[in-house]
Structures are given as C-alpha cells and as structure tokens.
C-alpha cells in the first residue's frame, strides 16, 4: 500500500492571507485578493489585514468583495489552489446570505439625470443596504 499525498499542501502553522483567500476560493485570482487586501476590504480578527498578513487556523476573516461581505473562520490553512470540495472543507462560512434579485434592485436605483444624490438621499440608501 502506497501513501496517497495530501490535496491540503500546508495543513497546519500560517498562510499570507492573500494567498489563503485566492486557494479557498473567496476571489477569483491572487492578485485580486492582494488589491482587496491593500484596498481595506479585508479583516483578519477585526483589524485591517495587508497582503502578507499571516493567518491561521481559528482566525475570522471578512472580505467585502463583489457587493457583498463574506465572513469566514479559518479552519486550514492552504496556499496552493485545490478544488471546490477540499476548498470547502478548510472554512467556515458565517456569512449572512446573497440578497435576492429584488433586493439589489431596489437598493440602488436612481432616475437617470437626477444628478448627484443629496445627503439625506446617501443615508436613505445607506440604510437600505444595511450599512
């Protein structure tokens, strides 16, 4: 009987959080991650995370990324892309779920040439996507 090689190439210790976020399949390559990362889209234990931030298992990251903020603890750590099911399995996902078609509709409509939004018209919309 031979050894079968573990999908899961670094099971225990830290990955970049970049790197973890591409291989679990938050984002669609790393160097979108990396971009959220510097931007401040992501949080790692509550505190903004650069790129190379290490993270380990047990650690909440969030990610606002395509509309939507997603809310994921650490279950493995990986640093090399693996596939959809073995990606599933090194997180848990908290995240409260999509808004539906109807939501996202109603969220941000404005009438065209209506100009640029008025205080009071920012924070009605503010509050009706939950911010």
């Known amino acids: ?15 970049r959080v970049d790197s973890w976020i591409w291989s679990v399949r938050l984002t669609r390559t790393r160097s979108a991650a990396a971009a959220a990362c510097r931007a401040g889209h992501v949080r790692v234990n509550g505190e903004r995370a650069k790129p190379a931030q290490p993270v380990k298992p047990g650690d909440e990251v969030r990610l606002f990324h395509e509309g939507r903020e997603r809310i994921v603890i650490v279950q493995r750590t990986i640093t090399k892309r693996v596939g959809a099911p073995v990606a599933a399995e ?17 969220a941000g409509l404005r009438d065209r040439g209506a100009g640029r939004p008025t205080k009071r018209e920012r924070r009605d919309t503010d509050a009706l996507r939950g911010r």
């Open 90 to 106: 090194c997180l848990i996902d908290k995240s409260p779920p999509p808004p539906t078609r109807v939501e996202r509709a109603a």
């Open 1 to 15: 009987m031979s050894a079968q090689p573990s999908p899961l190439p670094d099971q225990g210790g830290s990955a």
